[in-house]
């Protein structure tokens, strides 16, 4: 209908002026590719018009002098006057061209030729059509120096570490992470919508971020959400529907090998074996169907055999492990704009089940997004922006930490039912399926408003108010289950198994609730933010001989930050199915608590940028930050910085060069100090003291108690940061061969690190002070390469790499203990023994210990027990006082930082076939599983998880699984940890390459019939983790962490996606 | 003039801006306070001391507690070795691990003296009783942890302030003071509390003045036992071989000497213990005060108890104990009691019927034993009737030795003392009996045991007392036949001996008494340890039930192979060490004289050494290194 009116308007106008000049033209790209449907708009007219399939077009034009206005979707914007031409061919530039292209930064944009600082921007093609549950997903390995990583697997809801360039601090009360700005206010990277992003820009070095002072010490990530473009309305849809399986489950071995393992371990160490012969024959009977069932009651007692004390045959994972599950994304947007008003509303719905077969677990996430900018006149432009998202997170409230924990470590030997056809408690299956829901929501609201009046040309005042309202509604019930006994007589089943009960209210307002048997329990909570901020600078651009060209920004930053959680609980809950609470006074468990906390910031800021023929630029930034969160007498402090680069290229010495092809290259350099104020507490140089109740019964109630206030310290100040940079970007080659190269360090001072020790005597851990620093250096590349061949086949390489180390520079350890930091420390290092090897048998062992005594680290040494050799020469194997000065016979045996992170990432484009290519990858990492059951089989004698890889361990002949003592992986079984010590010969390699991402797109081609009324029309095959590469045993390298230590490996699966989409847009 | 004005102007909006600033940026906590903001009600008092009950004693929802701390002894059997047993496998450990810990010292030092600054400047209400009462409480509770301390370290620095966080001054208290200092500390805290107390605790649970008096009792009992028993030795001070003699060569006792030491702590004890023997007489009903869901009245023989309650506190004996508990009692502890005519066992009239069933072996027993301790072959309650379980004469009860780990029963002497015959209680370990932690039989006991050892005859209350107690228990009271019919070198209880020589049979009998009286109530390691009973556990097997004379036809083959139980080539007796032939301590426990203290973390000699440890005020406890994760040094002369 639209056209149809222009398509008046234009006839309208030519009858009204008949001066009119009918002009033709094409419209191509910069390798000469015809551009469908680009747009051709006459300046200061209605006259719009779009280029035919074959990127012709046609119009009338008032005068010579009238100017074109010629846009396409991901190009340069182009104006052009018509002059004495009536023909005309319009060449638009890439966007992505490397000389035009500008880049994202702290309060505006700069031209990428003339940046300074190691600033990267990236635009939504790494999100798209990829089936991620988040944008912090889609963005792993897609930047040289932001590091995401994750050893937690893929809990549904949950999100990954980020950090930019390393670690930043260690202290437990304050964190480096970057600083998120969505449109420039804090926002959750985590739940935007990935199809509502534009661009992303990550500004890595301190000089870049420093304009944001204390809030981005460690980096910042800026989100750009989309905006309606000039052009005709577009709507569009992009759904997928994701197939997801679980990866590297671990493959338990079958109850009669389990209890001859068990066996094994426990005579190995001295002990008794724990399986007799009569048990071993059940267990052989009910394998081979002679029996039913894996369980009976112990003799002339009222009680079915649990755990070990079962005779069955279970393969606990298969059990609880899905093949595989679904999800499902849908997208709808619509968006446009012309000269006074511009628009973008989307609509997005994700929906994720999870792997586990008897938990139902969901998770949703649905977002609404409205964009409306209006051009009110010719000085003043009005922004307002409302996002709304809600996401929910549903699953049992039996699967926590202890849920992994049990599920690793359940014997093969237990059964899932029991002779009366109830399910086992061993199973967990009546926990998870009657034992009650924990259900967490988010919802966050954004409103940004954003005036922008220009009274003198390029002469801004910006004024944003910027407003985030969330609410996080939490609930959490149990349920009674329970069993029939022998007798038929009910029992009830705690929902958590092996903990204590209790109802504790701990300090952060959260509640320790682990509930008696038969108890019901019924808790709800609700986090509220409300955060505020403005920012209002003004910036002025100005050129003068058309050689110096300034840039002048001022402005000041305000931020208030409130948070509140309310939480109540009972047992007292009528309808189980129907909870809530009873508006009584409550039972004798009822429990309530509320926690309170804001911060503000003030920030005043400036930033000079001062540029001379594009040649030599200059940066200086200028931050000072008031925080609320130090004494007054430490309140405020002032972050400069300055950059600086050389664009040689520019260079009349570099002509020959330039036209050869190396037509741009730049070095660039950095200096900057940021303060951090990001600690954990809101108020930390408050001493605290905060009643609680206390797991103590007087005078026939609970107890309420009020514990001594922890340490606190009183000369609290910031960490300062200090950073140095030196960089260099190239383009070559017509600027097909792309890429840059950045060195930096960083200096984290005045730490407010984990204190130094103190003797015991003092009665308590020692206050936090300023005392630690640390020292990260790293380096990052960035390689990409793009070209055509021929008319149809366009293809790009692109590569990232990066590598950081982390050094303690400054530390008060007395001890020098080396479990704790110290000076000269590197981050992230394993202290291990060296190994000779495997004793072949007894004498070995015996001759070994002659001169290596072992005592120190256990005892009953023996045949197939592990050598340790004796680095210091003293006679003995042991870790001496394990601190630097004295650690026996412990060197450092590997580096558990994530190094030498690497992406590569290959597209390729044949007419309407495109491909893309994604891998990800660590170079080097050293784990060690320490103390864990889930590599070792069995650390301790209720820590045994026993799968197929353990059977490679140590056995003489004659042992009933058959004789491994030439070349065993693993030394003998053990229940102790003589042979699970940290120790070179099972330091693991947990570095990977992995295939995050492999597209294959059709997309209708725009000559066809269709392509009329369909701008664009793909349909695509995206899998996510499709192969991966690692020497790591039995876990996948990104499912190593472990929930409240329950020891690495106990999480969740990393899973692989497999999904089919579409993308319409019309 | 103008221009003048808008600078004014100018300069007052400037001002205001940065005011309006600073108060944007001023931030006051909103949901905790602080001291200012408690300390002012008396309830806020009492919630303070509420917050150190959880450093006393109770029994645990996890597995233990009182009822399973005696497997450290000779009394009861755990499932795996102890490590203070025998050398090699007990070590230094880090400071996170060990005793040497004064968290509690900290809360209390803070809270008594800011109540004793604020009480004497009358910023407190006008309920003094109460004041005091909880004031008396924090006395009480820093005894306790300082008695802790003292058990397990002898020396301790003793700091009576809060403690900054100047590792200088740290240093510069570390000091430790030598143990008689440290208890004489103890009894001068329990002294303050008892002044302060109230007679009646203001709610069932609390601490009240009885409780401080038989605290005192203990302590001073524990001392002076210690200093006669070691005296001359490493462990004591006021002697060349003292650990910290380089510092204290010339130490001079308060008391004049060694003895007059002794004597002083004695003295105390006698006075403590007839305060509160005197006030409290015996319940008629000896094992219902360990398994019934009561609270104990003011001025009952239970004189501070732990009280739970489901989803705040339970504990889980009851159910542990239904399954054998992996916690039972000895052979030598069962072989300890009398029969009820009060002879001991191998007296030749006693009527002991022998040990092929402890169904027999319990007849005639002091009913301390019969109703502590289960019999294999006895009646036991199994059936249940409206959800009690009740008495159903099962006469093959087999007590579960092939069961694993808590549920195995490791001797066969299953324990009854803590255990509830209430259905509910028994499941899912959520146990509320209460748990009395502080009793005034113990108060008689320590009478008998001070007067004794003091003067050395059975004089002041002594008969009375004995008397009070063996009547109570249900046996003859007549103790002078039992001392008369006793034959020390048929006795089976390392008590027998003091340093490695025989005591007399009066004051073995004594020890008898409380070994029998206070079975299963976590004091017996203590008692070996201040009676250096402990010289005498050498090569020593503790013993179960004698399975291979009959009772090995209760049980199928399968249930007592050689992987669950010692065979008959052994002993008839069950021997829980000597099941498997690598175990470590498979030739019995050997008990290392450098095991009577803990040792000291090394962190503590660095911290306070400035890195060099040998420059630490802190000296190392007698054969521990001062070093990480090491062994004591087994040659080391602890005489």
Known sequence: MK??????????????????????????DDT?????????????????????????????????????????????????????????????????????????????????????????????????????????????????????????GGELGSEMNINIRGVGSIGEGSNSSPLVLIDGMEGDLSTINPNDIENISVLKDGASASIYGSRAPFGVILVTTKKGTQGRTSVSYTGNLRLQQPMKVPEPVDGYTYALMINDAYMNTGGNPQYSASHLDLIRSYMNGEIDYGTMPYENQ?????????????????????????????????????????????????????????????????????????????????????????????????????????????????????????????????????????????????????????????????AELNSRIEDNPYTRQFNPIGWHLPDGSWEDLPVLEGVENRHVINSDGTFSVFPAAGEKYYEKANTSINYFSTNVYTDYDVK???KHAFKFLLGEQSEFFRRETDRMATTDILLTDRPFLPSDRGDENAMISQRLGEWSNLGLFARLNYSYDNRYMAEVNLRADGASRFPKDKRWAFFPSVSAGWNIAQESFWKRLSDLGFEYLKVRGSYATLGNQNTTSFYPYYQQMQTSPGSLVLGGQQATVLPMYAPYSTNLTWETIENVGVGIDWGFLNNRLTGSFDWYQRTTKDMVGPASALSALYGASAPKTNNAELRTRGWELEIGWRDRIGKNFSYSISATLGDYRTEITKYDSPDGNINSWYKGKNYGEIWGFEVEGIAQNDAQMYAWLA????????????????????????GSVDKGSQTIDDHGDLRVIGNMTPRFAYSFTLEAKWKWIDARVFFQGIGKRDFFFTNSATFFGIVAPWQRSLYTDHLDYFRYAGNELGANYEHPYYARLRTDTNNSQVSDRYLQDASYLRLKNLQIGFSLPKTTKLGRYVQKARLYFSAENLFTFTNLRIFDPEAIGDFENWGPGKTYPQYRTYSMGVELTF | MKRYTIHIQVAVALVLLMTSCESFLEREPLDFGDETAYFKKVNDLKLYVNDRYSMLPKNNNLWGGLYSDDIQSDNQCGTSLQILFYPGEKKTVQVGSSEWNFANQRALNYFINLVVKKKAAGELPQDTDLVNHYLGEAFFLRAYDYFRLLRNFGDVPIILDQMPDDQAVLTQHSTRSPRNEVARQILADLDQAAVLLKEKAPESGRICRDAALLLKARAALYEATWERYHAGTVFVPGNAKWAAVSGNSGYSFPAGSAEAEVTFFLDQAIAASEAVADARTLNADYQGMFNADQVFPDNDEVILARYYQTG??????????????????????????????????????????????????????????????????????????????????????????????????????????????????????????????????????????????RYHDLGGKCDAYWRSLRTRAGINPDYTKTIAATDLAQENDLAVWSKGVEVDATLYNIRRERRCELIAEGLRLDDLKRWRALDMMTAYQPEGFNLWDEMYKMYKASERDETIVTQSNISKYIRPLQVSATSAAYSGYNFPRQHYLEPIPISEFLLTGEGVAKDSPLYQNPGWPQEADGPADYTFDCD
């Open chain 1, 544 to 546: 003068f001989n058309d």
């Open chain 1, 302 to 462: 009222n009680e079915w055999r649990k755990n070990q004390g079962c005779f069955g045959n279970t393969n606990w994972y298969d059990v609880h492990m899905k093949d595989f599950t679904t999800s499902h994304e849908h997208n709808v947007s619509v968006s446009g704009a012309n000269d006074k008003i511009n628009y973008f509303f989307s609509g997005n719905y994700m929906g994720q089940t999870g792997l586990f077969e008897y938990a139902d677990e969901t998770f949703d996430r649905m977002t609404l997004n409205g964009k409306v900018g209006i051009q009110f006149n010719k000085y003043v432009h009005f922004t307002w922006n409302t996002r709304i998202i809600s996401t929910e997170n549903d699953k049992p409230s039996a699967m926590w930490a202890l849920f992994y924990h049990n599920l690793g470590r359940r014997y093969p030997v237990a059964t899932i039912y029991l002779p009366n056809g109830d399910y086992t408690s061993d199973s967990m299956i009546p926990s998870l399926t009657q034992g009650g829901r924990t259900n967490q929501k988010k919802r966050q609201i954004y409103n940004q408003a954003n005036l922008v009046i220009e009274p003198v040309k390029n002469w801004k005042l910006h």
């Open chain 2, 312 to 453: 705040v506190l339970s504990h889980s004996c009851s159910s542990y104990l239904e399954t054998g508990g992996g916690c039972n009692a000895t052979r030598a502890l069962v072989n300890s009691f009398l029969m009820t005519n009060g002879l001991p066992i191998y007296a030749p009239a006693s009527g002991y019927q022998g040990d092929k069933l402890s169904y027999y072996e319990f007849q005639d027993r002091d009913p301390r034993l019969t109703g502590s301790v289960r019999a294999a072959g006895s009646i036991i309650n199994t059936k249940l009737v409206d959800g009690r379980y009740v008495n159903d004469t099962i006469f093959y009860y087999k007590p579960n030795i092939y069961r694993f780990g808590n549920e195995k029963a490791t001797t066969g002497y299953e324990l009854q003392k803590w255990f509830c015959d209430d259905k509910v209680q028994c499941e899912n370990y959520q146990c509320t009996t209460a748990t009395p932690i502080l009793r005034a039989a113990e108060a008689y006991l320590i009478y008998l045991e001070a007067y004794y050892e």
């Open chain 1, 851 to 874: 001169d290596h005594n072992q005592s120190s680290i256990g005892n009953l040494w023996g045949g197939g027990d592990i050598m340790y050799r004796d680095l210091n020469g003293d």
């Open chain 1, 3 to 28: 056209r149809y009116l222009i398509t008046l308007l234009c006839c309208l106008a030519s009858f009204a002026l008949p001066a009119q000049i009918k002009i033709t033209g094409s419209v191509v």
């Open chain 1, 32 to 152: 000469g590719e015809t551009l469908p449907m680009a747009t051709i708009r006459v300046q200061g007219t209605q006259v719009v018009t779009t280029t035919d399939m074959n990127g012709k077009f046609s119009l009338e034009v008032p005068s010579t002098k009238s100017v074109l206005n010629v846009s396409y979707i991901g190009f340069e914007p182009k104006s052009i006057t018509v002059g004495n031409r009536l023909t005309l061919k319009i060449v638009l530039t890439s966007q992505a061209t490397q000389m035009k292209e500008t880049v994202v930064v702290g309060y505006g944009t700069q031209r990428k030729i003339n940046l300074t600082g190691a600033v990267k921007t990236i635009g939504n093609e790494v999100l798209e059509a990829r089936p991620i549950s988040n944008a912090v997903q889609g963005l792993q390995g897609t930047i040289a120096g932001l590091n995401i990583t994750n050893d937690m």
